[in-house]
């Protein structure tokens, strides 16, 4: 069996994710929601999709009836993931939605509660958790090769470009660099040392308000305190290049990857040496493991459901307070 996608939203990313799944056995693009008619025109003739498969933001919910349509792939601005899981979910059909889930974490939870109860998946696009170096490391700190882990460092930034993109809006965005790019490093945290934080202290710096206005942060660094003692140190930036990099510690050795979430290859070395599993494309083995996921009730080694995407904006969250508040915030799940 084959799992039938649309994709919504035809921008920069769906694209990457539409090429890529070229290759998957498994999953395929067979619908798309788009408000752009030209866009829609050029995407029937990629990927072959008829016209009774294409629909704009105003008619989707009429997918409910459309048996060539599993699941949606929402890849739309931050601040639309949250209305369209819902409508998606209204129609019965899966949802994968991109990172982040939502812009905060009680709209996150709706979105759980919205797929629980119209029983379909809600998977997020953290690819990552595919990936094959990032999966060793996962798998030698579970089985304690690395010994026991005490620090995690994460650093996640670029230098952002045109200051009139959604990016920086905070309206779609729901914030700035932290929603896009500093999730990584929180979402990596997570599965490095293999638990959930309770704890957040954090720090912003804003160079250049006139580009990042009220509510779009710059750079953040922040610092998260786990239940069994282990502590890490971020940073989220759109204000530097080149900063990709996750570096984990325990007492028996170490693990480091740099880039440790780009499109790859993923470079990755530990005290006893190089790594460096062999690169496929990301979105690739996602989609063929997410097909997996829906139609045969697979287990991920990471999570990718509802409650990840919802754990990394709980964190935001307290980020954020933290920020406005100047105090150390105690970081609960409920
Ligand atoms: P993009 O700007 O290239 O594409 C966004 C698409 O949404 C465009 O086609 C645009 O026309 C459409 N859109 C619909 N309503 C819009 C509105 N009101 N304003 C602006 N655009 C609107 O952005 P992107 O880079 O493709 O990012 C889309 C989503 O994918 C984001 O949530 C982002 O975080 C996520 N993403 C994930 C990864 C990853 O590696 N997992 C990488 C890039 C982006």
């Known amino acids: 069996k084959v799992l039938k996608v649309a994709i919504m939203g035809l921008g920069s ?69 949250h209305p369209q899981t819902l409508r998606v979910a ?15 974490a009680k709209e996150g939870k709706e979105m759980i509660e919205a797929c629980k109860k119209a029983e379909v998946h809600l998977l997020i ?20 090769e690395l010994g026991k882990i ?37 979402n990596g945290s997570r599965y490095m040392i293999g638990e959930d934080p309770f704890w957040v202290t954090a720090q912003e710096v804003k160079t250049d308000p006139v580009k990042f206005k009220e509510g779009v942060d710059e750079t953040i660094t922040f610092q998260l305190g786990f239940p069994s003692g282990a502590i890490a140190s971020c940073l989220s930036t759109y204000n530097m290049n080149y900063l990709d990099k996750f570096f984990l510690n325990g007492d028996n050795g170490f693990a480091e990857m740099q880039p440790s979430t780009g499109y790859g290859p993923i470079r990755s070395w530990t005290n006893k040496g190089r790594l460096d599993l062999p690169h496929v494309t990301h979105q690739t083995t996602q989609m063929e493991e997410m097909a997996a996921i829906i139609l045969d009730g697979k287990k991920a080694v990471i999570p990718v459901d509802g409650e990840e995407g919802w754990k990394d904006m709980v964190i ?19």
């Open 13 to 81: 990313y769906a694209n990457r994710v539409a090429d890529a799944m070229k290759d998957c056995k498994r999953a395929k693009i067979t619908g798309v929601i788009s408000g752009t008619p030209s866009k829609v025109k050029d995407w029937q003739t990629r990927f072959n999709i008829p016209d009774k498969n294409c629909y704009n933001y105003d008619n989707f919910d009429a997918i409910k009836n459309n048996p060539d349509i599993d699941a949606v792939y929402i890849i739309t601005p931050n601040a639309q993931h």
């Open 316 to 334: 935001i969250d307290a980020i954020f307070e933290s920020l406005r508040t100047g105090n150390k915030v105690e970081i609960k799940y409920a």
């Open 90 to 104: 209204a129609a019965g059909k899966h949802v994968i939605c991109e990172k982040p889930m939502s812009i905060n």
């Open 150 to 186: 005490r620090f995690f460092q994460g650093l996640s930034g670029f230098r952002i470009g045109d200051p009139t993109q959604w990016r920086l809006n905070r309206e779609l965005a729901g914030g700035g660099a932290m929603m896009d790019i500093g999730i990584y490093a929180i």
């Open 125 to 144: 696009g953290y690819r990552m958790h595919f990936e094959a170096n990032t999966l060793e490391i996962v798998r030698m700190q579970r089985e304690g």
